[in-house]
């Protein structure tokens, strides 16, 4: 049990830190896209358009329900998911850079779904995770203002984008919404519910270059739409809600390497100071709270020798 507890918790450790590199890239590219041809709701509908396609073919293949998908719980977790986080995301990307999204989106991320917890199941974190969390937030905060901040506006999107990821996180989790289901619901139920709304929105579609196009529905429609969200999930299931949001504090730091990478943007000492911090909270959060038990288990165990011995 111990061992297979322990592959879990690995296997939602990686799939979580793949999660962060491909949400990462997914910043800079969209930002990439939005400064081009594409409009906000082009690079939305490329994406839940590729994606759905793709997921449709292989519900039928799979012999999948799709009819079973149409619950109340299934839908508001893939609208979550999917169109409300995507939207709200890209609008605050548009008004503001890649560092200040990756900060704002991911840093809320933890104490966002630790509230949610708190008030749906009454969950509390321990001393350690506040702790993190606290440090986390610190760190995001000089993050955001080392980056020259953003508009109001800006903010409040990128805030409803938090939020809506975070509702997905902490509902997918207790209505114990299975991997498969949210891999097909996700992209199939974004793209009937956003293409016909996408119609009516202003967009650039048809003036926008071929390999713009092919970028934005491979990124948007199969990595991220379809395997960062395989890893997202997976991650959720094994570490929990707070766990794999705290991991996802790591897109900030990567974020920013990237945005430095690709465009042009400059590590400035209070965003170096930032990361340090951001990583001394995960690893309190992710790190001192098991150290803490394995220390508790081993002074029992040398105070009580009929432990020790079993």
């Given at each position: 049990m111990d061992r297979s507890l322990k592959f879990d918790k690995v296997t939602g450790l990686l799939t979580g830190l793949a999660m962060v590199m491909i949400w990462s890239g997914w910043i800079i590219i969209s930002k990439w896209g939005l400064s081009r041809a594409l409009t906000v709701w082009d690079v939305t509908g490329v994406r839940f358009l590729t994606a759905g396609i793709i997921m449709l073919i292989y519900a039928c293949l799979s012999k999948t329900s799709i009819k079973a998908l149409f619950t109340p719980s299934i839908i508001t977790c893939s609208l979550c998911c999917g169109m409300f986080y995507v939207c709200a995301s890209l609008i605050g990307l548009l008004m503001s850079d890649a560092a200040n999204t990756g900060v704002i989106i991911n840093g809320s991320l933890p104490i966002m779904c630790a509230a949610i917890i708190f008030v749906w199941?009454?969950?509390?974190?321990?001393?350690?995770?506040?702790?993190?969390?606290?440090?986390?937030?610190?760190?995001?905060?000089?993050?955001?203002?080392?980056?020259?901040?953003?508009?109001?506006?800006?903010?409040?999107?990128?805030?409803?984008?938090?939020?809506?990821?975070?509702?997905?996180?902490?509902?997918?989790?207790?209505?114990?919404?299975?991997?498969?289901?949210?891999?097909?619901?996700?992209?199939?139920?974004?793209?009937?519910?956003?293409?016909?709304?996408?119609?009516?929105?202003?967009?650039?579609?048809?003036?926008?270059?071929?390999?713009?196009?092919?970028?934005?529905?491979?990124?948007?429609?199969?990595?991220?739409?379809?395997?960062?969200?395989?890893?997202?999930?997976?991650?959720?299931?094994?570490?929990?809600?707070?766990?794999?949001?705290?991991?996802?504090?790591?897109?900030?730091?990567?974020?920013v390497l990237l945005a430095m990478a690709f465009l042009d943007q400059h590590m400035s000492l209070q965003m170096a100071v930032s990361i340090i911090i951001c990583s001394v909270g995960i690893a309190c959060y992710s790190g001192l709270q098991p150290a803490l038990i394995w220390l508790q288990r081993n002074r029992n165990k040398k105070g009580n020798p009929k432990i020790a011995s079993n």
């Open positions: 199941k009454r969950g509390r974190l321990n001393t350690p995770q506040y702790i993190g969390i606290s440090l986390i937030l610190i760190a995001n905060v000089l993050l955001f203002t080392s980056s020259g901040g953003a508009t109001f506006s800006a903010l409040l999107w990128l805030l409803v984008a938090a939020f809506a990821i975070a509702f997905y996180s902490v509902s997918m989790k207790i209505w114990n919404i299975k991997i498969k289901t949210i891999m097909i619901s996700v992209p199939l139920i974004n793209a009937i519910v956003f293409t016909p709304i996408w119609f009516f929105l202003p967009s650039n579609i048809s003036q926008a270059p071929l390999n713009e196009i092919v970028l934005q529905g491979f990124y948007q429609g199969i990595v991220v739409s379809i395997l960062a969200l395989f890893c997202m999930t997976y991650s959720i299931n094994k570490l929990g809600a707070v766990s794999a949001s705290t991991i996802m504090a790591l897109v900030p730091i990567v974020s």
